[in-house]
């Protein structure tokens, strides 16, 4: 009777690892041809321009793409022009999820392949459409094992918020509330990230009172309530959260811009910062700095002015990560993902081709061997999570009839 159980719990948690009875020579090995489609995969990825916002012609491609492949692919609108794409097998709920981003930062630079070096470079080859190409071609490779139990999902607006991810996880037409396991591709030097640092983004809005330069007294400078308010967040930040894995908790101030000439006392300024959480919540943050800027805002109001502080969204805390997969090297990063985004109880882990050291810059690249391996490795933890999970599942079973 226990043995039944456990075959039906096996089943009905995730196929994968019940399919597979023996070694798999695509584990281990990529042949000259899967290497050669990867590398086209991967060119007309990093071919077409896809800065977020403008992510329409890249998702066409790769949609038509997936459909010659005999995926079922859906698409999901954020806007008339911009949409997420969600490719399966035969059937539409499944247990297992492999998710990364098509949209990249600015500025486009075009694509190149160094035969002799090996190097593959351009915008996107490494953030993400590295991630992109290898889980394609990953999964391809396993299909004949688990047609039926795993899904593709490539989202858009990553690099600017998530709005793709978070879009996907609140679709009414949504087809698994909680996948068993979700895998993200993002660069991870080819790693396993056990976690990343938290997220809290804000723009400070300086307000003052315009007048001549020679005659300052008759107004309220925007620049200056912003500046001391700079002051006093330099000094805020060296006392922030810090925590042993991730660190000390970091505040970047990313854009300052202020009044419209050299003769003009400013009217307006403002300041967009981004706050990366190594301990705490965005709640205890956010009460820091409202409490650290109170003081500036009580005397910029006194001189006719105002300070206000407009968050980006609620943020999230340190994200802790699966990542204890036999044969993997593992690490943490300080960047931020769409794993926190997607909603549900599942394993969730995070690798991916190249480094982040080199994405978002204008030499952003990677080597042919780091993407050929990571083909092998997004299928060795398809196929180790799925067992690991089986496992649990068994164990649990085998509780519950005890008792």
């Not at 098509?102 to 459409?129: C, H, L, Q």
């Not at 990553?158 to 879009?167: A, K, L, T």
């Not at 330069?213 to 001391?228: C, H, K, Q, R, T």
């Amino acid at each position: 009777m226990i043995s039944q159980f456990l075959s039906l719990v096996s089943l009905g948690a995730t196929s994968l690892a019940a399919t597979i009875q023996k070694p798999l020579p695509e584990l281990t090995t990529l042949d000259a041809t899967t290497s050669k489609e990867l590398l086209h995969l991967h060119r007309k990825l990093v071919e077409i321009e896809s800065i977020t916002h403008n992510e329409k012609n890249v998702g066409d491609w790769l949609a038509s793409y997936l459909k010659d492949l005999d995926y079922n692919v859906e698409k999901q609108h954020i806007t008339k022009d911009r949409f997420n794409l969600l490719a399966y097998g035969k059937k539409r709920e499944t247990t297992i999820l492999v998710s990364s981003h098509i949209d990249t930062v600015p500025p486009f630079w075009p694509y190149y392949y160094n035969e002799t070096s090996g190097i593959i470079g351009g915008r996107g080859s490494v953030d993400a459409k590295g991630s992109v190409a290898a889980q394609i071609i990953a999964v391809q490779g396993l299909r004949k094992h688990l047609f039926d139990d795993i899904s593709l999902l490539f989202v858009v607006g990553e690099e600017q918020g998530g709005d793709g991810m978070r879009n996907f996880s609140s679709w009414k037409h949504r087809p698994s509330p909680n996948y068993d396991i979700a895998i993200f591709g993002e660069p991870t030097e080819g790693k396993l990230v056990c976690g990343h640092k938290g997220m809290l983004g804000f723009a400070l809005k300086a307000t003052g009172k315009a007048a001549h330069s020679g005659y300052p007294w008759l107004g309220a400078s925007a620049n200056d309530i912003l500046v001391e308010a700079l002051g006093e967040l330099l000094e805020l930040r060296q006392h922030l959260p810090w925590s042993k894995k991730y660190g000390n908790t970091t505040m970047n101030f990313g854009r300052i811009q202020g009044g419209v000439a050299a003769n003009v006392v400013a009217e307006t300024a403002s300041a967009n910062i981004a706050t990366r959480l190594a301990a705490g919540t965005p709640d205890v943050v956010k009460g820091l700095i409202i409490n650290a800027l109170k003081d500036v805002k009580a005397s910029a109001q006194q001189q006719g002015g105002d300070l206000d502080i407009e968050w980006v969204s609620d943020g999230y805390a340190p994200v802790d990560i699966d990542c204890k997969i036999d044969g993997f090297e593992t690490l943490t990063v300080n960047y931020g993902t769409d794993v926190p985004l997607l909603s549900g109880e599942h394993r969730r882990y995070l690798y991916g081709p190249g480094s982040i050291f080199v994405a978002h810059s204008d030499h952003e690249a990677l080597k042919k061997s780091e993407l050929e391996q990571a083909v092998l490795d997004y299928r060795r933890l398809i196929v180790k999570a799925s067992e690991m999970k089986q496992k649990e599942d068994e164990a649990r079973a085998r509780a519950q009839m005890e008792l």
